[in-house]
T-cell receptor, first 113, second 115 residues
């Protein structure tokens, strides 16, 4: 069964450093998303991406964040200058149709020291 | 901003009995609802969904009921099995009328099924 994959599973970085989280969505999907879950809190929407551009972004997704689909398979989330409060699980999701179910990857645990 | 609420942080049931997980929402524009199951250190796994034009959707042991007038949905698992023990998230989409398909999640309910 097709699945969303994410790398790395765990990323540790120093405050102020740049990180890139990588995702490979399900191959025939057209809609891509990033969510995050801070420990003990709910899963929060960050950004949605369709047709090579951002469809919507949340208040969390400020200028420090960017997304890219550099080729036909990868979908990346970049945080330019990480802060302590960026520590969270980051989930990538993809969907095959605008109203279809979103399928989530296993997540990347980002720890900012 | 709690547009999707799961008021029970935890639920414990006996194996073989019914598990009922509840979810309330406040945004009338939500038109699609989903339940996800999540094990520790894994991503949310899709379980079942329901469109706002329906009031019930069934898939094997899982049934989701939607009461639009009450802005309430519930997930029934019957019979419950120990492998169902996980955190269950209610999620909803829609809300802006445009191409906004982001999911808004509840805080989750930890279900424990005891053998």
């Amino acid at each position: 069964e097709p699945e969303v994959t994410q790398t790395p599973s765990h990323q540790v970085t120093q405050m102020g450093q740049e990180v890139i989280l990588r995702c490979v969505p399900i191959s025939n999907h057209l809609y891509f998303y990033w969510y995050r879950q801070i420990l003990g809190q709910k899963v929060e929407f960050l950004v949605s991406f369709y047709n090579n551009e951002i469809s919507e972004k949340s208040e969390i997704f400020d200028d420090q964040f960017s997304v890219e689909r550099p080729d036909g398979s990868n979908f990346t989330l970049k945080i330019r200058s990480t802060k302590l409060e960026d520590s969270a699980m980051y989930f990538c999701a993809s969907g095959g149709h605008s109203t279809d179910t979103q399928y989530f990857g296993p997540g990347t645990r980002l720890t900012v020291l | 901003d709690q547009q999707v609420k799961q008021n029970s942080p935890s639920l414990s049931v006996q194996e073989g009995r019914i598990s009922i997980l509840n979810c309330d929402y406040t945004n009338s524009m939500f038109d699609y609802f989903l339940w996800y199951k999540k094990y520790p250190a894994e991503g949310p796994t899709f379980l079942i969904s329901i469109s706002s034009i329906k009031d019930k959707n069934e898939d094997g042991r899982f049934t989701v009921f939607l009461n639009k007038s009450a802005k309430h949905l519930s997930l029934h698992i019957v019979p419950s099995q120990p492998g169902d023990s996980a955190v269950y998230f209610c999620a909803a989409s829609g809300g802006s009328g445009g191409s906004n398909y982001k999911l808004t999640f509840g805080k989750g309910t930890l279900l424990t099924v005891n053998p």
